[in-house]
């Protein structure tokens, strides 16, 4: 009895955050002071700075919220949608699902630290599902590489396939065109950006006999031909046309006009019968070749190299009656072209040795 009544007289109460009982009146006052406390420890502790540049990083926060993307790849910006993103199961659709971290900077674009510059074909490839790929085989390769990085599988083992044809079938990098008509050969000259020397060779057309030394002579032309075309391989465009009616002739090109000209067949009247006679004028073949390198690039728009290019095909004077220069128009207003040919006619008799031969024009 006496028990029950001290624990009566004993206070309602609870211990507080100091150990120190309290009665109950005073536990909504320490319940507060707590409160208040842990609000005051919360906010004096000391918050992070975000990324230098002001970017902020989205641990797997992913990109499947939005529709669009907006893609900063070492400075190349790029703009798509995360539908083409996630074509294949790549690097990229793990960045839009949120299995990869990505970076936003702080107008929004994610930041991938890699070069940008074979970025968009990497874009075009997921959009498409194929892509031209370039002829160079070190752009490939580096193709290869960002292929590899995203580990988008197809454009890898395109590149593959790529790089095995360029190993098994080995392609020459000088290639001559042939003309195969002259609606053709107009187009090409006019849309090729580098000079262009053609080589005009029908020896079907040829209705007479050749003289002794014409064959040795067309075979020199046709070897001057493939070692000029070697020798400024990328620079001039050489093409070969075996459908006109000059036996060996060649023209030279700039910005889609015709320059020069050097015809290398004569006729030669002999005592029964008349006779083709071919040469191989090598040194005047040459000369025009880089007369017309003026040309390269647009080099010869200017002034300048008008003059520069007219002057030097007025300096070489070759033999008497073997050069004339025709107006391409009427008025005089077109840029002349230099017609380089034999004009005259020789009449002998190869077979008499010792006999004066006569020349005719």
Same mark, same amino acid.
């Given at each position: 009895?006496?028990?029950? *009544?001290?624990?009566?007289?004993?206070?309602? @109460?609870?211990?507080?955050?100091?150990?120190?009982?309290?009665?109950?009146? #005073?536990?909504?006052?320490?319940?507060?002071?707590?409160?208040?406390?842990?609000?005051?420890?919360? !906010?004096?502790?000391?918050?992070?700075?975000?990324?230098?540049? %002001?970017?902020?990083?989205?641990?797997?926060?992913?990109?499947? @919220? /939005?529709?669009?993307?907006?893609?900063?790849? %070492? %400075?190349?910006? $790029? =703009?798509?949608?995360?539908?083409?993103?996630?074509?294949?199961?790549?690097?990229?659709? /793990?960045?839009?699902?949120?299995?990869?971290?990505? #970076?936003?900077?702080?107008?929004?674009?994610?930041?991938?630290?890699?070069?940008?510059?074979?970025?968009?074909?990497? *874009?075009?490839?997921?959009?498409?599902?194929?892509?031209?790929?370039?002829?160079?085989?070190?752009?490939?390769?580096?193709?290869?590489?960002?292929?590899?990085?995203?580990?988008?599988?197809?454009?890898?083992?395109?590149?593959?396939?790529?790089?095995?044809?360029?190993?098994?079938?080995?392609?020459?990098?000088?290639?001559?065109?042939?003309?195969?008509?002259?609606?053709?050969?107009?187009?090409?000259?006019?849309?090729?950006?580098?000079?262009?020397?053609? *080589?005009?060779?029908?020896?079907?057309?040829?209705? =007479?006999?050749? #003289?002794?030394?014409?064959?040795?002579?067309?075979?020199?032309?046709?070897?001057?031909?493939?070692?000029?075309?070697?020798?400024?391989? %990328?620079?001039?465009?050489?093409?070969?046309?075996?459908?006109? +009616?000059?036996?060996?002739?060649? /023209?030279?090109?700039?910005?889609?006009?015709?320059?020069?000209?050097?015809?290398?067949?004569?006729?030669?009247?002999?005592?029964?019968?008349?006779?083709?006679?071919?040469?191989?004028?090598?040194?005047?073949?040459?000369?025009? #070749?880089?007369?017309?390198?003026?040309?390269?690039?647009?080099?010869?728009? @200017?002034?300048?190299?008008?003059?520069?290019?007219?002057?030097?095909?007025?300096?070489? /004077?070759?033999?008497?009656?073997?050069?004339? !220069?025709?107006?391409?128009?009427?008025?005089?207003?077109?840029?002349?072209?230099?017609?380089?040919?034999?004009?005259?006619?020789?009449? $002998? +008799?190869?077979?008499?040795?010792?006999?004066?031969?006569?020349?005719?024009?």
């Amino acid at each position: 009895m006496r028990r029950r *009544l001290a624990l009566r007289k004993q206070p309602f @109460g609870r211990y507080g955050a100091n150990g120190l009982f309290a009665p109950f009146n #005073t536990v909504a006052h320490l319940m507060s002071a707590e409160a208040s406390a842990g609000s005051v420890a919360s !906010e004096s502790l000391p918050v992070p700075p975000p990324p230098a540049g %002001g970017r902020e990083e989205k641990a797997g926060a992913g990109l499947a @919220g /939005s529709k669009y993307v907006k893609l900063n790849v %070492g %400075g190349s910006l $790029h =703009y798509t949608t995360v539908q083409t993103l996630c074509k294949e199961d790549s690097m990229l659709r /793990s960045m839009c699902n949120g299995g990869v971290e990505v #970076t936003i900077d702080s107008e929004g674009w994610v930041v991938l630290d890699r070069c940008g510059r074979h970025f968009g074909l990497v *874009l075009n490839f997921l959009r498409d599902g194929t892509v031209p790929l370039p002829d160079s085989q070190r752009e490939i390769e580096e193709i290869l590489t960002e292929a590899q990085y995203y580990r988008v599988q197809g454009l890898v083992q395109h590149c593959h396939a790529a790089l095995k044809k360029r190993t098994e079938g080995f392609e020459g990098t000088c290639r001559i065109p042939m003309i195969t008509s002259a609606k053709e050969e107009q187009r090409m000259i006019a849309t090729c950006r580098k000079p262009v020397v053609k *080589l005009q060779n029908n020896r079907g057309n040829n209705k =007479y006999s050749y #003289t002794s030394n014409s064959d040795d002579n067309l075979l020199k032309n046709i070897e001057l031909f493939d070692k000029l075309g070697l020798r400024f391989n %990328g620079r001039v465009l050489f093409v070969k046309d075996v459908l006109g +009616d000059e036996i060996c002739c060649w /023209s030279f090109y700039g910005e889609g006009r015709k320059i020069a000209e050097v015809c290398c067949t004569s006729i030669v009247y002999a005592t029964e019968k008349k006779q083709t006679k071919v040469e191989f004028p090598e040194a005047r073949i040459f000369e025009e #070749t880089l007369n017309i390198l003026i040309y390269e690039n647009g080099r010869g728009s @200017g002034p300048g190299g008008v003059a520069l290019l007219e002057s030097g095909g007025v300096s070489s /004077s070759p033999g008497a009656g073997q050069s004339e !220069e025709e107006g391409a128009g009427a008025g005089g207003g077109d840029r002349r072209v230099r017609r380089i040919h034999v004009r005259r006619h020789i009449m $002998h +008799d190869e077979r008499g040795h010792g006999q004066q031969t006569v020349y005719k024009d």
